[in-house]
């Protein structure tokens, strides 16, 4: 598990360099999703007990889904631009990201550690990735840093001189980070972190994931303990 702090009155964890996803609402609990189920039956349960987490664990293992649409989360991310593409293809969810039309951005770029600068081996649909050398790493590394500054630079120049702040961004790479509030159930939710946290995802992608596995399971532990411990199915 990662480990997390308070930052902003709000349960966070850092990832990447620059990164983080911060749980800075959520609506519901395990009791929310038991009594979503016991709704077919016009039932109430008065208090969360060992009955309702049996109830519960049988409702992830049967992959009985919509009960745990009842339980929602918002949270703040910040993440690379490359990864916020990754990210809002999962529809099942509200995305509100910071927009470089209306504010100034900042000079916030991702830059992988040595041991995560990789090689793509492989066929399409079939890849894998193998470390490169450390020269290579470093040279990749230092070449990011350049562009990424002459990127600023250029940015920075245009906003200066006039430039519409709209048009002064089309220079910034995708490894700028981006800040997003993102709502989403916890069905969908389940979805997402089982697509992003398998291997064969890309490893950015699988930080942030644990992250949101991590902040989710301090609200509601029983579901996500269920969630893993049942394979991770798609519910």
């Not at 709000?10 to 800075?24: M, N």
């Not at 109430?44 to 109830?55: F, H, L, M, R």
């Not at 961004?169 to 069905?187: D, E, G, H, K």
């Not at 949101?212 to 301090?218: N, S």
Request: aromatic letters at 12%; hydrophobic letters at 40%; one cysteine or more.
């Amino acid at each position: 598990m990662t480990e997390t702090h308070t930052e902003f009155g709000h349960s966070t964890i850092p990832v990447l360099d620059h990164g983080l996803v911060q749980l800075i609402d959520y609506m519901g609990d395990d009791l929310a999703v038991v009594e979503a189920a016991q709704a077919s039956f016009d039932k109430v349960p008065d208090d969360y007990t060992s009955k309702e987490a049996g109830i519960l664990r049988f409702l992830m293992r049967e992959e009985h889904g919509v009960p745990f649409e009842h339980l929602v989360y918002k949270f703040r991310i910040r993440l690379p631009i490359f990864l916020s593409r990754q990210y809002v293809k999962h529809r099942t969810s509200s995305w509100s990201e910071h927009s470089g039309r209306y504010s100034g951005l900042e000079p916030l770029f991702y830059i992988p550690d040595p041991g995560h600068v990789r090689s793509q081996v492989g066929k399409p649909g079939a890849y894998s990735f193998e470390p490169v050398s450390l020269g290579l790493a470093d040279d990749f590394r230092a070449a990011l840093l350049e562009s990424n500054a002459c990127a600023w630079d250029t940015y920075m120049n245009a906003i200066e001189s006039g430039v519409a702040k709209e048009l002064a961004r089309l220079c910034l790479p995708v490894n700028l980070y981006s800040t997003v509030v993102w709502t989403i159930n916890a069905r969908s939710l389940m979805n997402v972190i089982r697509l992003r946290v398998d291997s064969h995802a890309q490893y950015e992608a699988q930080r942030y994931a644990q992250a949101f596995l991590d902040l989710a399971r301090t609200v509601a532990p029983d579901t996500w303990d269920a969630f893993v411990e049942n394979g991770m199915p798609k519910p």
